[in-house]
């Protein structure tokens, strides 16, 4: 397995059919409801689009992107994209970092300077990492899930490349969203090489196995996570179960997607 460099190049065909889409998005009615209550705000949609359309400049944000080192490898049968960007220092702890839903690798960009050196901004060499920032599959420049669930077994496609393709024994791993479920089983199927794990949220599957000896704060978590479920979590059950019908309307319509992105964003 080896990794070759890969620079992000979208065709001026994809951005014209996207100029084209956005001039004729085609808006719900009108609604007195436009506080986000039942959804994405369609005065902030409109908002959001028109700078889309007329204000945004994806080649800006291309050449901003290719700044950073990138690279795809075929790992385990599947392609993914990644960041690596080596520490500063004698012995940097390779860090493995990885996004959720529904943002991307550009989670991280801001973070990673401080992480590979942190003596440029205050803090102590000897605490340098070798970053790696890969996309999961499915998102961004990675291949597609080969088959449904796949979710659950990115840990261990991590560990291949962090260890297969990167050649690193032992390394840490942070992940946030669905990057907490993945990272807690990159732990789970391989403690010997992951030195430590960081996570921003409990991952979410624990709030459907309750250990029965809870705390009071602890029942108050679970009690929180089960209203979100009730008032925030039809998206989920959506793509869970009918991914195929949903994909139709987000493929063709850009308007469509970022109305289903910021609601979760805003959420």
């Given at each position: 397995m080896r990794a070759e460099p890969f620079v992000i190049d979208v065709p001026q065909i994809t951005l014209d059919d996207l100029q084209a889409r956005l001039t004729r998005a085609r808006w719900p009615d009108p609604s007195a409801e436009d506080d986000w209550t039942s959804g994405a705000s369609p005065g902030y949609l409109r908002e959001l689009t028109a700078y889309w359309r007329d204000g945004f400049d994806w080649r800006a944000q291309e050449r901003a992107l290719n700044r950073v080192p990138q690279f795809r490898a075929d790992v385990d049968g599947i392609g993914v994209h990644f960041i690596h960007v080596r520490g500063k220092g004698d012995r940097p702890l390779p860090l493995i970092l990885t996004h959720g839903y529904p943002d991307s690798f550009v989670r991280f960009l801001k973070v990673i300077p401080l992480l590979t050196d942190p003596a440029a901004h205050g803090a102590d060499a000897a605490d340098a990492f070798d970053v790696v920032v890969p996309s999961i599959p499915g998102f961004g420049f990675s291949d597609k899930p080969p088959r449904h669930g796949f979710t659950f077994r990115v840990g261990s496609l991590w560990h291949s490349l962090m260890t297969?393709?990167?050649?690193?024994?032992?390394?840490?791993?942070?992940?946030?969203?669905?990057?907490?479920?993945?990272?807690?089983?990159?732990?789970?199927?391989?403690?010997?090489?992951?030195?430590?794990?960081?996570?921003?949220?409990?991952?979410?599957?624990?709030?459907?196995?309750?250990?029965?000896?809870?705390?009071?704060?602890?029942?108050?978590?679970?009690?929180?996570?089960?209203?979100?479920?009730?008032?925030?979590?039809?998206?989920?059950?959506?793509?869970?179960?009918?991914?195929?019908?949903?994909?139709?309307?987000?493929?063709?319509?850009?308007?469509?997607?970022?109305?289903?992105?910021?609601?979760?964003?805003?959420a």
């Open positions: 297969g393709v990167l050649g690193y024994e032992r390394y840490g791993a942070h992940g946030g969203d669905w990057g907490t479920t993945i990272t807690e089983q990159l732990a789970r199927d391989h403690a010997r090489a992951v030195a430590g794990i960081h996570l921003t949220d409990v991952p979410f599957w624990h709030v459907f196995q309750p250990p029965s000896d809870l705390e009071r704060d602890e029942r108050a978590f679970l009690e929180k996570n089960a209203a979100w479920q009730k008032t925030e979590a039809a998206y989920a059950f959506i793509q869970g179960t009918r991914p195929l019908t949903l994909a139709a309307g987000l493929r063709d319509s850009p308007v469509g997607l970022a109305a289903w992105l910021i609601d979760k964003f805003h």
